[in-house]
């Protein structure tokens, strides 16, 4: 199977979760809004997500996988994981599984928006107060619940503290808390410019 992933260019974002696990996974596939030339670019995305098919994801990340469109970070995952044997095949874990991306993303967002509280529209030095204040509060609350749920989970793993998922090495899940981790390292939201047109938020004057 070629795939097809759709993502901006220029920053690593949710898109990364979907390129480490076509990686890990040894997939081949097509970076499209990379690469340029006829079919590609950014303008090849912006023509699905401005409805140019049947069942137009809302945002990026999106997956072509032969006649299927797919959209939604942690659904993509839940699509890939199985296919390459990345993830348990049983309900049970595949849930499992599910679960902890979904939590993953719920993290995700609410480290971008301690950068953004008042709107993903505006740059962070425009609302610097705000996101003072909201940061303060994630780095208080939030951010130790969330990574005390993930030390719980791992530390029941049975892999000494290295896979969510226990015994399965390398899951694409292992690759969800790479991202936040990154994130929360000064990535993705710090003031970062995203200069591709039409990411939302990019501002032009
Ligand atoms: N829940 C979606 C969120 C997708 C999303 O927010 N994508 C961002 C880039 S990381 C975007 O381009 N959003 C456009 C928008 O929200 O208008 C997912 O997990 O894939």
Not at 29 to 50: C, F, H, P, T, W
Not at 145 to 156: C, I, P, R, S, W
Not at 183 to 202: H, K, M, Q
């Amino acid at each position: 199977m070629n795939y097809e992933l759709y993502y901006w260019p220029s920053v690593q974002g949710r898109g990364e979760f979907v390129r480490l696990t076509l990686e890990e996974g040894g997939a081949q596939y097509r970076d499209v809004a990379r690469e340029s030339g006829k079919g590609a670019g950014i303008e090849a995305m912006m023509r699905v997500l401005n409805g140019a098919v049947d069942r137009p994801p809302f945002a990026p990340p999106f997956l072509k996988a032969g006649r299927l469109l797919i959209g939604q970070t942690a659904n993509i995952l839940q699509f890939l994981g199985p296919r390459h044997a990345l993830a348990p095949k049983a309900l049970a874990g595949r849930l499992w599984t599910h679960q902890l991306q979904l939590t993953i993303v719920d993290f995700l967002v609410e480290i971008h928006d301690s950068h953004h509280p008042v709107a993903g529209s505006l740059y962070y030095e425009d609302q610097r107060t705000e996101a003072r204040r909201r940061a303060a509060d994630f780095v208080k609350n939030r951010m130790p619940k969330f990574l005390g749920y993930f030390e719980a989970v791992l530390a029941q793993s049975g892999s000494g503290m290295r896979y969510l998922l226990g015994a399965l090495d390398g899951t694409s899940r292992e690759h969800g808390l790479i991202r936040p981790r990154r994130d929360l390292d000064g990535g993705a939201g710090v003031g970062v410019r995203r200069d591709d047109p039409g990411f939302p938020g990019t501002r032009r004057d």
